[in-house]
């Protein structure tokens, strides 16, 4: 069993940062890329930031230059700047997780609520 855990979120003013964490744990071998998504109600799920286990990183368009993915092991973090109110949105992670027993999967996490408002 794998589990993936999102915290970080909050309410903060546009132009400011709030920085998302995300962690794996459970009958882990190897994760191969951990990935950020976004989802407003109504509204498609966006990815928004990705990592691959060598480190490259990409980004949605509309979030580069303020965006920064980083990883340090099973964590994700996810450093947001200067923040707008269409950054508003569920932020979901999930982890491409290969299990001990070799089987490989997506798990995804529960979400964290990040509003941007004045």
């Known amino acids: 069993q794998v589990h993936v855990v999102e915290s970080g979120g909050g309410s903060v003013q546009p132009g400011g940062s709030l920085r998302l964490s995300c962690t794996a744990s459970?009958?882990?071998?190897?994760?191969?890329?951990m990935t950020w998504y976004r989802q407003e109600p109504g509204s498609e799920r966006q990815l928004v930031a990705t990592?691959?286990?060598?480190?490259s990183t990409e980004y949605a368009d509309s979030v580069k230059d303020r965006f920064t993915i980083s990883r340090e092991g099973k964590t994700v973090f996810l450093q947001m700047n200067s923040l707008k109110p269409e950054d508003t949105a569920n932020y979901y992670c999930?982890?491409?997780?290969?299990?001990?027993?070799?089987?490989?999967?997506?798990?995804w996490g529960q979400g964290t609520q990040v509003t941007i408002s004045s």
């Open positions: 999930t982890a491409d997780v290969v299990e001990v027993g070799r089987n490989r999967r997506a798990y």
């Open positions: 990592i691959s286990d060598d480190g």
């Open positions: 459970g009958r882990i071998l190897r994760i191969n890329s």
